[in-house]
């Protein structure tokens, strides 16, 4: 149920990111390639291209990154076993 929970999170979460990355790269290749503005071209490119590629592959990157540190954690310890002395 954790990791379930966490990469839940993880995909909410990097959508979020990629959408914030997607409008950038957007708003990039608006300046870079001198995209014209006629009629919101550029506007409707950034938003309704960039902006759904990156919040698909930003939520898919955050589910499996949550995922992968979920299981990863279940398998790791939490607490350590005292060390043992040895009788000298």
Do not use: C, H, Q
């Amino acid at each position: 149920m954790k990791i379930a929970l966490l990469a839940l999170l993880g995909l909410a979460l990097g959508a979020l990111g990629g959408a914030a990355l997607g409008i950038g790269a957007g708003l990039a290749w608006v300046e870079i390639f001198k995209t014209t503005s006629f009629e919101g071209y550029s506007g409707m490119l950034v938003f309704f291209t960039f902006m759904p590629l990156g919040t698909a592959v930003g939520g898919i990157a955050g589910a499996l990154l949550f995922g992968m540190i979920a299981i990863r954690d279940a398998e790791i310890a939490i607490e350590r076993e005292p060390a043992r002395r040895s009788d000298r």
